[in-house]
């Protein structure tokens, strides 16, 4: 069973930025394809971001331009750097690793976006 960890929510101001991070206890992190998703109150969880195992990258419409996801399987873990933040961005956000037909989820970690 692989742990995955979320960190580095909190509340930000509109136009500020936060940064993400996500540990996971895989032995081999590298191989896995990993992800960001996201998801708000009363909405579906959507995707947000993805880096696969081989560095490609992947992003939903509205964050494109904005986030950046990167990892780093040195340390096993995969970031989710966020700038421009607006209140649509306010959600839990969610770390996801998988490999094949096995997924992985944390608990999420909350970011809100508020004057």
């Known amino acids: 069973q692989v742990q995955v960890v979320e960190s580095g929510g909190g509340l930000v101001q509109p136009g500020e930025s936060l940064r993400l991070s996500c540990a996971a206890s895989?032995?081999?992190?590298?191989?896995?394809?990993t992800g960001w998703y996201r998801q708000a109150p009363g909405s579906q969880r959507e995707l947000v971001a993805e880096?696969?195992?081989?560095?490609?990258?992947n992003y939903g419409d509205s964050v494109k331009g904005r986030f950046t996801i990167s990892r780093e399987d040195a340390k096993n873990t995969v970031y989710l750097q966020m700038n421009s933040l607006t209140p649509e961005d306010t959600a839990v956000y969610y770390c996801?690793?998988?490999?094949?037909?096995?997924?992985?989820w944390g608990q999420g970690t909350q970011a809100t976006v508020s004057s």
């Open positions: 996801n690793l998988r490999y094949v037909a096995t997924n992985f």
């Open positions: 895989a032995k081999i992190f590298s191989m896995y394809d």
């Open positions: 880096i696969m195992s081989n560095g490609r990258t």
